[in-house]
């Protein structure tokens, strides 16, 4: 729902931000991962299960409580981003970004004329409260907060000129893909892998654009900001359920198992 973007504002102001990903296309998991004091999440439509619908569901959920979602489309299609729009994202993330253009592209999809091609229905959308945000065609624009993300070997080399087009607010590099386009899927700390990582880091930089990212094998969170990156994506609602479930299930399991130790002993 239309309201400032203060992931977008805290982001510009310089601020490091720390979020979860959630992919299980469920209202009340988002819900509960909100709650908990994430400073962002990502409902992710490029690899959840999730419908426009469920964006929709989520969105509210998040709204609800008050933790700024940003969602990360299937693919750079003027299309689907116009939609996500009318439902009210403020925030996304667009992937597989190869180019210039293609960032000029998206941007130009997510803002209304004339600095854009979004098509307008304002007054029975969810993003302008069905109408009653009187000014949301003015103010629209100002409040997008687009992330382009770089997953490629040859969109390293070209980070600079995707990054400087006018509108991308963020690059987000996608490390794991990035590693998968020279033949290094999941090779995280690879010095090859690190090395395109690096050659993207510093295009993105001389084009004064914040960085975001997730974790991974060369760099933890807490490495990833003290080298400068403003918006880090860590924890998803699958792996936190799959951790906490394989955690209570050991604990358990070690529990009874140290009971049946000491029943056998006496016997």
Known sequence: MFQENRLKRRVAAGEQVYGAWLGLASASVAELIALVGFDFVIIDQEHGAGSLRDAADMLRACDAAGCPAAVRVPWNDHVYLKRILDLGAQSLM????????????AVAACRYPPQGRRGWAVPVLRCSRYGLVE????????ELFVMVQIESAATAQRAEEIAAIDGVDMVFIGINDLAGSIGRLEQL???????????AEAGVR?????????????????G???????????????GLLREGARHELAAVRAALG?????AGAMS
Do not use: C, W
């Open 189 to 199: 700390d690879h010095p090859e892998v690190d090395a395109l990582v690096r050659q």
């Open 258 to 262: 140290s009971v049946h130790g000491r």
């Open 224 to 238: 990833l900001f003290a080298d400068g990156y403003r918006l880090v994506a860590g924890s998803s609602d699958a």
């Open 94 to 105: 667009i992937p597989m970004v190869e180019s210039a253009e293609e960032a000029r592209a």
């Open 135 to 142: 000014d949301y065609t003015k103010r629209a624009n100002a």
């Open 206 to 222: 001389a084009a004064g654009k914040p960085l975001g990212t997730v974790p991974s094998a060369r760099r933890d969170t807490a």
